[in-house]
């Protein structure tokens, strides 16, 4: 199989992990295990193939992604219970599936419009969008709220991936840059605590006193 597809089923095989390891932390039954594994293996690659106007979107085309994700959550369903520290996984799993990802999703938005604008956009949309709706779904906190750099790493996945191409690197050797680096920003975010300056402000003024 082409080296793309692989990313592929390993992106969405990886966030349905998530999703399932989110369900087991509600407790939910084995059908809730395989929606959370569906929605958040599928939910970044949905958004962007409507957004560029693919569709049917993959997983209607391939019905095979469909099985992955139910095939993940029926295995984390009867597992789970094994791992120690389910959100520790469900974040570093999330970590390894956006590095993933974000290269696939850039290469996809490459190929339909030759932007390194939007494949960028493409692999971010990607890589974050899945994680999103998961934690929407459960009810956790989003992983967008935590203090530790997330979005950046797949734009930086995306972004030198889209750049290693431009340069004529092989397509394998282009990849292994992409995730590498969005591994590298994601995992060192999360094991060092990298963290962005946040924004620093006077408390909004009430309402009443802005009449």
């Known amino acids: 199989?082409?080296?793309?597809?692989?990313?592929?089923?390993?992106?969405?095989?990886?966030?349905?992990?998530?999703g399932g390891l989110a369900a087991s932390r509600k407790q939910l039954d084995l059908i809730g295990f395989l929606f959370f594994a569906?929605?958040?293996?599928?939910?970044?690659?949905t958004?962007?193939?409507?957004?560029?106007?693919?569709?049917?979107?993959?997983?209607?085309?391939n019905p095979i992604y469909v099985l992955v994700c139910c095939i993940v959550g029926v295995v984390v369903f009867f597992t789970a219970h094994l791992v120690e520290s389910r959100y520790r996984w469900l974040i570093w799993l999330d970590a390894v599936g956006l590095s993933a990802y974000c290269v696939m999703g850039a290469a996809k938005g490459l190929a339909a419009t030759g932007s390194p604008i939007v494949a960028i956009v493409t692999g971010t949309l990607t890589a974050t969008f899945g994680g999103i709706l998961r934690d929407l779904l459960a009810n956790e906190?989003?992983?967008?709220?935590?203090?530790?750099?997330?979005?950046?790493?797949?734009?930086?996945?995306?972004?030198?991936?889209?750049?290693?191409?431009?340069?004529?690197?092989?397509?394998?050797?282009?990849?292994?840059?992409?995730?590498?680096?969005?591994?590298?920003?994601?995992?060192?975010?999360?094991?060092?605590?990298w963290t962005f300056p946040t924004y620093k402000a006077k408390p909004g003024r009430h309402p009443d006193d802005v009449m």
């Open 47 to 61: 958004v962007r193939d409507i957004i560029l106007g693919r569709v049917p979107v993959f997983w209607v085309l």
């Open 141 to 193: 906190p989003s992983v967008l709220l935590r203090p530790e750099i997330y979005i950046t790493a797949a734009l930086v996945g995306g972004g030198l991936f889209t750049a290693a191409n431009a340069l004529d690197l092989p397509l394998y050797a282009a990849s292994a840059v992409g995730v590498s680096a969005a591994f590298l920003v994601r995992g060192g975010a999360l094991y060092f605590g």
């Open 38 to 45: 569906f929605v958040t293996g599928t939910g970044g690659g």
């Open 1 to 18: 199989m082409p080296l793309f597809v692989y990313l592929d089923y390993a992106g969405v095989a990886l966030f349905a992990a998530t």
